[in-house]
C-alpha cells in the first residue's frame, strides 16, 4: 500500500472575490501552503480547475500558475473532472508521490466563477454536462439534481422539509468557520419555503459557486515524518466514472461510480464505513447528500435523508458531515473543493479545528463527484 502524507495545507475564504483574479487566489493558498510545510519550492504542481477556459478564457494553467507563484520551472499541469477536479488533481498528486519518482507534490484547487453572472455563468456551469443530450436543452446541474429529488421523493415518500437538516448542519458549521461564504444561521422550520431555484429544489437547498483556492503539500510518509509535527496520511485514493447524461443510467437514484469508488477505498484502506470519524460529501444539494451516504454504505437505500433528519450528522454526531460548512455553507468552488476537502479534514484530523472540532477525530473521508456524480473521487485519510 502507498505511504502519501499530507504535511502542509493552505486555503483562502471562498466568496465572491471580484478584486481578485484567479492568479492571486492560486497564489494565496500556494504561499499559505508552503509556510505550513516549511518548504520554498516543491518538485511537481498539479492543479484542479473546472471552469478556467469558459471564464477567464485561460487555458495551460501549469506555467501560469508556478510563475505567478515563484515557482517557475516546476513541473506543472491542470487536470479537469468538472466539480471533481479537485480530487482528481488530489490522487494525481498522491499517484506521483506513491511511484516513487517524485518527492514533494503541491496539490492545487482554484476557481474563479463570479467574473461572469447570469446566463454566461448558468452556460459555463451547464457545461460538465452532456452538452448535447442536457446542456443544449436547458439543463442545468441544479436542475438535474431536482429531477432526482423529485422522483426520491416520489419513490420513498418523503416531503422536502425532511431535507432541511442537511443545510441547518451545514450553515451551524459554517457559521463557525472565517473562511465560510454564507455564515448565516438557517433555521428547520424555514427551509421548505425558501424561494425555488428549481422545484422543488430551493435556494437553501442548493450550494453557491464561489471563487476559492485551496492547497495541500504531499510527500512520502517517511519524509513526512521529518518534515511535519502531524502528517496526515492518505489511507486511500480511488475513483470511478459513470454515465454522464442522467437519462442513460439505469437507476438514477444510485451513484454508481461513487459507490465504486467508495469500495475501493475501504478495500485499500482496510476499514468499514463505521470507522469513519468525520465526511466531507460533495453537498451541492441536499438530494445528493443523501444519495451520497446511501452509496457509500452509510445509510440503506432511500434512508440516507434520515441521518440528517434524526440529527445524526452534527459535529457531535454519529457521522459528521460539512464540518465547516461544507458546499452549502462555506460555498462550493468548484475545480477547488475537493482540494478544500482535504485541508478541512486535515485540519481535523491535526485537533486545529478550533470551534468546529469533531472530538477524537481520527479518520477521514472525503467524496468530490463532478457534475451528478458522473465522476467520483474518494480518499480516506487518518
Known amino acids: 500500500m502507498a505511504n502519501v502524507s499530507i504535511i502542509g495545507i493552505g486555503q483562502t475564504p471562498a466568496g465572491e472575490h471580484w478584486e481578485t483574479s484567479l492568479r492571486h487566489q492560486a497564489l494565496q493558498a500556494v504561499q499559505a501552503a508552503l509556510a505550513d510545510a516549511g518548504l520554498r519550492t516543491v518538485d511537481a504542481i498539479v492543479i484542479g480547475n473546472a471552469l478556467a477556459a469558459n471564464i477567464s478564457d485561460q487555458n495551460h494553467l501549469g506555467p501560469l500558475l508556478a510563475d505567478f507563484a515563484g515557482l517557475r520551472g516546476v513541473e506543472a499541469m491542470r487536470v479537469e473532472g468538472a466539480d471533481a477536479s479537485g480530487g482528481l488533481a488530489l490522487r ?17 484547487g482554484v476557481e474563479k466563477v463570479t467574473d461572469v453572472i447570469g446566463s454566461e455563468r448558468v452556460g459555463a456551469v451547464a457545461s460538465v454536462l452532456d452538452s448535447e443530450y442536457e446542456a443544449a436543452h436547458g439543463a442545468t446541474p441544479v436542475a438535474l439534481a431536482a429531477l432526482l429529488m423529485r422522483r426520491y421523493m416520489h419513490e420513498y415518500g ?4 425532511e431535507f432541511a437538516n442537511f443545510s441547518v448542519n451545514a450553515h451551524a458549521n459554517g457559521s463557525k468557520s472565517a473562511n465560510a461564504m454564507y455564515r448565516n444561521l438557517i433555521k428547520a422550520d424555514r427551509f421548505a419555503s425558501a424561494p425555488i431555484v428549481a422545484e422543488p429544489v430551493n435556494l437553501f437547498d442548493v450550494a453557491p459557486e464561489a471563487d476559492g483556492a485551496a492547497a495541500v503539500i504531499l510527500t512520502s510518509g517517511e519524509r513526512a515524518a521529518d518534515m511535519a509535527p502531524r502528517p496526515v496520511r492518505i489511507l486511500a485514493s480511488a475513483a470511478a466514472t459513470d454515465t454522464l447524461a442522467l437519462h442513460d443510467r439505469p437507476d438514477p437514484l444510485h451513484f454508481a461510480a461513487l459507490n465504486a469508488a467508495v469500495m475501493k477505498a475501504f478495500a485499500q484502506a482496510n476499514i468499514t464505513p463505521d470507522q469513519i470519524d468525520v465526511l466531507e460529501l460533495h453537498d451541492m ?17 432511500g434512508a440516507g435523508w434520515k441521518l440528517a433528519a434524526e440529527n445524526r450528522i452534527g459535529l457531535t454526531g454519529d457521522l459528521p458531515i ?6 452549502k455553507s462555506r460555498g462550493n468552488p468548484l475545480g477547488a473543493t475537493g482540494v478544500y476537502q482535504a485541508v478541512e479534514i486535515a485540519l481535523q484530523l491535526r485537533g486545529q479545528a478550533g470551534a468546529n472540532q469533531v472530538p477524537g477525530a481520527a479518520v477521514g473521508m472525503a467524496h468530490n463527484l463532478g457534475g451528478l456524480a458522473a465522476t467520483a473521487v474518494v480518499h480516506i485519510f487518518a
Open 322 to 327: 460539512s464540518t465547516f460548512g461544507g458546499l
Open 285 to 301: 444539494s441536499t438530494i445528493v447528500s443523501a444519495l451520497s451516504l446511501e452509496a457509500s454504505g452509510f445509510a440503506p437505500r
Open 92 to 108: 494525481q498528486g498522491y499517484l506521483m508521490v506513491a511511484s516513487g519518482l517524485v518527492n514533494t507534490v503541491m496539490v492545487l
Open 158 to 161: 418523503v416531503g422536502l422539509a
